[in-house]
């Protein structure tokens, strides 16, 4: 595992690590395994708003190991090889979750979700029901027999051959939607490797079943950049309507944390 960290994040990490070189890479995974496992790290020594900032970096760096992709944070970036075997990691509050949002999530995501009066897309939260974490996407849309049906597989593989010429599509995507029946708020995380991409129908609605059978790239928003057609923000704020996401990982905010998380980002303003 490699890590790559611009000197401010490096020296955070020097403080109190006691020997934290590059003599002791063993030392090192350990220290990342250690915060990803417990909330007590070896700050004690340190001022109060370091020792925060430090945690959370450290629980991020922790949380994007784990996640096994390239996240930015703020002015670090954090450079992992990917392990598809890689489990959710825990994010152990709200303000941390908010933080995450602030620094790391898609900004037109967060930008359409600022401008629908904070409504959010919803997923599966299978894994961790009752924890905020973060995680690598799930399996593609076209793969994902678990959960859909031979009639809604053979219909995504219709829809893969009309966006073929576009950059998301069933092969790299997963569905989101509006309502809370997905059972969590799901936040794209930017990456240093590729674009947070989105699609979805014009009309809303869901991607299967729909009332009509014709399939069209016209009915299709991708992006939803084409001026005077629908935007992100429109998608949001429609009822039961799917998007599909393209993201490298999502952090992933189960519901009965929803309204202190909508409160948490009213109060900090973001944009």
């Known amino acids: 595992m490699e890590l790559f ?50 945690s959370l970096l450290l629980s991020t760096a922790a949380a994007v190991a784990a996640a096994g992709t390239t996240t930015m944070f703020g002015n670090n970036i954090i450079s992992l090889k990917q392990s598809a075997t890689a489990t959710p990691v825990v994010v152990r509050s709200i303000q941390e979750a908010i933080q995450i949002i602030d620094k790391s999530c898609d900004r037109r995501y967060l930008h359409a979700v600022v401008a629908s009066n904070y409504r959010f897309f919803h997923g599966g939260n299978q894994q961790e029901e009752q924890k905020i974490t973060i995680r690598r996407k799930d399996t593609p849309l076209l793969a994902d027999s678990d959960h859909y049906s031979e009639a809604a597989l053979k219909y995504f593989q219709q829809l893969e051959q009309v966006l073929q010429q576009d950059v998301i599509k069933p092969s790299n995507g997963q569905l989101a939607i509006t309502t809370l029946e997905g059972g969590a708020s799901i936040w794209p995380l930017r990456s240093n490797k590729e674009e947070v991409h989105y699609a979805w129908f014009q009309n809303g609605g869901i991607f299967f079943p729909r009332r009509s059978r014709s399939l069209d790239r016209r009915q299709l ?34 519901v009965q944390w929803e309204e202190e998380l909508r409160q948490g980002l009213q109060s900090a303003f973001l944009v």
């Open 221 to 254: 928003i991708v992006d939803g950049k084409d001026c005077g057609r629908d935007s992100l923000e429109d998608a949001l704020g429609r009822k039961s309507c799917e998007v599909l996401i393209k993201a490298e990982s999502f952090l992933v905010v189960p």
């Open 5 to 54: 960290f611009y000197p401010a994040f490096v020296a955070i990490l020097l403080v109190g690590t006691h020997g934290f070189s590059k003599a002791a890479p063993r030392k090192q995974q350990q220290l990342v395994k250690l915060n990803a496992e417990s909330s007590t790290t070896t700050t004690a020594f340190l001022p109060e708003g370091e020792t925060s900032r430090r």
